[in-house]
């Protein structure tokens, strides 16, 4: 008799709705989301994120101005992404702070995915567990080449490469003394921190 209350009971027992990318897109097509709300999925789950600060715009914006600057002057084929969407797979949509992408994203039609960005960064201050524990992971199982965490509590930049399922095999702690290598250029975090 037990047996057989345990799986009604697994059975009826609420579950979350999951949602999809073109489900979220057409929620926003019809007014239920607000344009300038940006929601995340995780999971098929709706994540509103969280308003950004001053001291966070004013690294997003440092680091815009640095890449940009960088692919310029060197002439390379790369794209400064700000704040726009990035997928795993269909239920999963992330929104980095900067995504650098090969100029040829623009040949996709859709949403690019985080195997396509040659470097993802999430600049983080009251997101940090978020941006750790929630999103990096999805970063590590869609194969990312290399993340960036820039933990503005701490003053450090975290380099996350060579993902494995749902983690980073390589992490390579920075303080805002030290240079980080992009492009093959060194960038002082001083400039960014």
């Given at each position: 008799?037990?047996?057989?209350?345990e799986r009604s009971s697994k059975k009826s027992a609420p579950k979350p709705y999951k949602f999809s990318i073109n489900q979220l897109k057409k929620m926003?097509?019809?007014?239920?989301i607000e344009p300038e709300k940006?929601?995340?999925?995780?999971n098929g789950e709706l994540v509103m994120m969280t308003p950004i600060g001053?001291?966070?715009?004013?690294?997003?914006?440092?680091?815009?101005?640095l890449f940009n600057n960088l692919i310029s002057e060197n002439n390379l084929p790369y794209v400064v992404s700000v704040q726009n969407p990035i997928k795993k797979n269909n239920k999963e949509l992330l929104y980095?702070?900067?995504?650098?992408?090969?100029?040829?994203i623009y040949q996709k039609e859709e949403i690019p995915d985080i195997k396509d960005a040659y470097l993802i960064i999430e600049v983080s201050d009251t997101t940090l567990e978020y941006d750790k524990?929630?999103?990096l992971p999805i970063y590590a199982k869609g194969k990312a080449r290399e993340v960036w965490i820039i933990?503005?509590?701490?003053?450090?930049?975290?380099?996350y490469t060579n993902p494995s399922g749902k983690l980073f095999k390589d992490i390579h702690i920075y303080k805002k003394d030290e240079e980080?290598?992009?492009?093959?250029?060194k960038i002082n975090l001083a400039e960014i921190l």
């Open positions: 008799m037990s047996a057989i209350l926003y097509e019809l007014g239920l940006k929601i995340e999925l995780i001053f001291k966070h715009m004013k690294v997003v914006d440092k680091l815009n101005k980095p702070d900067i995504a650098i992408y090969p100029e040829k524990n929630v999103k933990n503005l509590k701490e003053k450090i930049v975290e380099k980080i290598s992009v492009f093959e250029n």
